[in-house]
């Protein structure tokens, strides 16, 4: 069974940066593309960056090209979230997930990790 544990959250200055990290479980995980999203309170989640595991194509929501990196290893079986010029507006629960090739859908997320973005 797929586990994905998000880790790296915390509460940050406006203008501050966080390195989210997710690992994933078993070793033999191998999804095709993973995401992170983010859902703050009354809001949609929305996702903010996505990777394709093999190659590591990447693509980014509009609001935070140029901020935010996502990143993976895949031999330690991490990805990574670079958020830089966090602002308060960004504040949410970052969950990563992961999606086989067989369906557009992210079907493996972990449980978030919170992000709080003060003024």
């Known amino acids: 069974q797929v586990q994905l544990a998000e880790s790296g959250g915390g509460l940050v200055q406006a203008g501050g940066s966080l390195r989210l990290s997710c690992s994933a479980s078993?070793?033999?995980?191998?999804?095709?593309?993973m995401g992170w999203f983010r859902q703050a309170p009354g809001k949609e989640r929305e996702c903010v960056a996505r990777?394709?595991?093999?190659?590591?194509?990447?693509r980014y929501a509009d609001s935070v090209k140029g901020r935010f990196t996502i990143s993976r290893d895949n031999a330690k079986n991490m990805l990574y979230l670079q958020m830089n010029s966090l602002n308060p507006d960004e504040a949410a629960v970052y969950y990563c997930?992961?999606?086989?090739?067989?369906?557009?859908?992210?079907?493996?997320w972990g449980q978030g990790t919170q992000v709080t973005v003060s003024s």
């Open positions: 997930a992961g999606r086989s090739r067989m369906s557009e859908a992210f079907s493996d």
């Open positions: 078993p070793r033999t995980f191998s999804p095709y593309e």
């Open positions: 990777i394709t595991w093999s190659d590591g194509n990447t």
